[in-house]
């Protein structure tokens, strides 16, 4: 019991032994939070403006000659972009800001105003620069009769689908203060009907999130509205962006630029949109799921006809069409830039051979019966023979990319040279459409090389390498010193070779993280790359790297933006799931423990578990003799974990009881980690 009352607050010297139990174990619950931070967009706050002291330095020449090479290689004078993006545009919010219920800062449009500038500066590549003024474009446009989009007030799209007495939303976008924004923007411009149901495209949280800014849980409850997904919805959301999501947090950071300034050295766009949300998080389960293509429904008079794409953009997916309207969505498998096999946040690899066949079964099904084709980022295309043709060169460019891919593996290439080998046609490589603003070409073919052989290389020296941090220490010292090393990095940045001295000075932050010198030389490398980057993502990764290099890491914020709802949303198992991934098998390797878990509100009963450092659990099934047996609401335990109330204020309102010894609860407790949001990546 020492233990527990070291995580414990204040006790009274003379409570009887089981209330100071219980409260000890009180304490510990109030100081774990194991759901906070779970999110793979629950993101921190900026740098400190004293971190951020030290300005980002300018391109330099080679840079500046990189980016100018760019201008003559592409079509420019091509406006036909700037067009669509601005065509059907009907206004957008008075005030640039949204803000939270506690007034921090959501959204601000405003925040890219520096993009209106005409010519790209010499810190960014041309081709970035036009894209990230195609996507500042925002507010409320007109696609069609009865279809609208809300563009440019989160990192998606916001589509509305009039219906005869309401509203269909598609993807209400990533945090509910911008999505609740993008439908009172629409109300100003439109009969204000209620949401009859929610279409979530796919399972990637700036598709969902924000579900909660325009419907309730009370609405879905009654049957006011209905929410569609496509199978397997619920198990990817949560895999993603829960299981996995305090890592995908931290490098969805360096993939989006949280904390870089916006401006000409610092974030301009992610290449399919400006960035992240950083409002709250929510989930609310679907109640119709799609499973086969060609299944239809009537929402609110409006038919849809829907297209399975599972294992493309995100593991669950699905196109829609519109025949009343001749309308197609093409979720985000058809957008304007090359999208990615691989994501930089971390995910799993996506199947290049079923993203190419799905564009083509979507030419062949409705490319000649649609007039508009729209999707959930970026702007549409209006016109069937531009839409086929878009589509055409899309699958086109994916295909070539995997078959290439594997014709160079089936060769005995690495991926690291495969992905310098792959290089687009001319004919493709010239659509504004197929550049690498958020894919790339490199790091795709990489992906096709994973997805298809997986991490090693077969070349048995890779098999069993030295940790990083001990590689770089022993590379130093091989290299005659850091000081060796760095003079002759030296010479490299000087003739622009910023890839090559990136990946030297990486080996000598890693031997030594408080050699300034070398962080330094790192960060004015990796800088320049992110001036010459097309890419969103890489120029962020770039930069941000750069970034933490000179300042170190942001204060990591203490809670997360998660909503309870998210959590709540989670069935039985995948919520004890969370709990098995949370448990340090290290720890609990000599520890044994049986424990009833009774939900008083459902009748259902679990029965967990912890041997040999496993955290097992069993539906249906009580131990007999349990260490310890608590009868408390999963609602109820996901507010105790998020920290919304203490296990003691349960006990005290009735709504938990523990049965059998409080220790074993504390025990099993004691040994879930929590996850830092904040773990170092530039050094080791």
């Not at 400190?48 to 290689?73: G, I, M």
């Not at 509910?176 to 149901?197: G, M």
Request: charged share 20%; proline share 5%.
């Amino acid at each position: 019991m020492a233990y527990l009352r070291s995580f414990s607050p204040s006790l009274p010297h003379r409570q009887p032994p089981r209330l100071k139990a219980l409260s000890a174990l009180a304490g510990l619950l109030v100081s774990t939070s194991l759901i906070g931070g779970a999110s793979a967009f629950a993101l921190p706050p900026p740098l400190a403006s004293a971190q951020a002291a030290e300005l980002p330095k300018d391109a330099t020449d080679a840079t500046r000659s990189a980016n100018a090479a760019v201008l003559d290689q592409l079509p420019f004078a091509d406006r036909q972009d700037f067009a669509d993006a601005q065509r059907g545009w009907l206004g957008t919010l008075d005030n640039s800001k949204i803000l939270d219920a506690q007034g921090n800062l959501v959204w601000d449009t405003d925040s890219y105003a520096f993009l209106t500038q005409g010519a790209a500066p010499a810190t960014v590549n041309p081709s970035l620069w036009r894209e990230a003024q195609l996507n500042a474009n925002n507010g409320l446009f007109k696609v069609t009769d009865r279809i609208y989009q809300v563009r440019g007030l989160d990192i998606s799209n916001m589509t509305i689908v009039e219906g005869d007495s309401g509203l269909i939303v598609i993807d209400p976008l990533l945090s509910k203060e911008t999505s609740h924004a993008a439908l009172e923007l629409y109300y100003r411009h439109r009969p204000k009907k209620p949401v009859v149901a929610v279409i979530y495209s796919h399972s990637h949280a700036d598709h969902f999130g924000g579900v909660a800014g325009i419907v309730s849980e009370a609405d879905l409850k009654a049957g006011r509205v209905r929410i569609y997904a496509p199978d397997g919805f619920m198990k990817e959301a949560i895999s993603e962006n829960i299981y996995a999501g305090n890592a995908m947090t931290r490098r969805s950071e360096y993939m989006f630029g949280i904390y870089l300034p916006k401006n000409e050295k610092g974030q301009i766009d992610t290449g399919l949109g400006k960035t992240l949300s950083l409002g709250t998080v929510t989930l609310l389960p679907p109640t119709d799921i799609i499973k086969t293509t060609g299944e239809t429904r009537t929402i609110d008079g409006v038919q849809v006809e829907f297209e399975m794409a599972p294992g493309t953009e995100a593991p669950a997916e699905m196109l829609m069409y519109f025949p009343q309207f001749k309308a197609l969505c093409a979720a985000e498998d058809a957008i304007h830039t090359l999208h990615n096999f691989y994501t930089l946040r971390g995910a799993k690899n996506r199947d290049a051979a079923k993203w190419w066949s799905v564009l083509d079964q979507t030419i062949d099904r409705y490319g000649d019966r649609s007039e508009v084709m729209f999707a959930q980022h970026q702007w549409p295309i209006w016109g069937h023979d531009r839409i086929k043709t878009f589509l055409g060169n899309e699958r086109d460019e994916y295909k070539f990319i995997n078959d290439q891919s594997l014709r160079l593996i089936n060769k005995g290439y690495t991926k690291t040279e495969i992905g310098e080998m792959v290089k687009l046609p001319p004919a493709l490589a010239k659509q504004w459409y197929l550049r690498g603003y958020y894919g790339t070409v490199n790091h795709n073919a990489k992906a096709v090389y994973d997805y298809y052989m997986g991490w090693y290389n077969g070349n048995p020296a890779d098999l069993y390498p030295l940790p990083p941090k001990e590689t770089a220490q022993r590379y130093v010292k091989f290299m005659g010193g850091a000081d060796n090393v760095m003079r002759q990095a030296r010479v490299s940045y000087a003739q622009g070779d910023y890839r090559w001295v990136a990946q030297v000075m990486k080996q000598v932050v890693y031997a030594d993280a408080n050699n300034k010198a070398a962080r330094d030389l790192e960060a004015d490398a990796l800088e320049q790359l992110g001036y010459q980057a097309e890419s969103g993502p890489w120029r962020n990764e770039f930069l941000l790297g750069a970034q933490e290099l000179r300042h170190g890491l942001a204060p990591e914020r203490a809670s997360a933006s998660t909503d309870p709802d998210t959590l709540r949303a989670m069935t039985d198992p995948m919520f004890l799931d969370y709990l098995g991934i949370c448990l340090n098998g290290d720890r609990a390797a000599a520890t044994k423990l049986a424990i009833n878990w009774i939900q008083p509100d459902t009748g259902k009963r679990y029965g967990l578990s912890i041997e040999n450092g496993v955290f097992l659990y069993k539906a249906d099934f009580q131990y007999g003799k349990p260490d310890a047996t608590l009868t408390i609401s999963r609602n109820d335990l996901i507010a105790v974990l998020a920290r919304q109330k203490t296990l003691q204020q349960e006990f005290a309102d009735s709504h938990a009881k523990l049965d059998g010894n409080p220790a074993a609860l504390g025990t099993w407790l004691g040994l879930l980690d929590q996850f830092t949001k904040n773990f170092p990546i530039m050094t080791r």
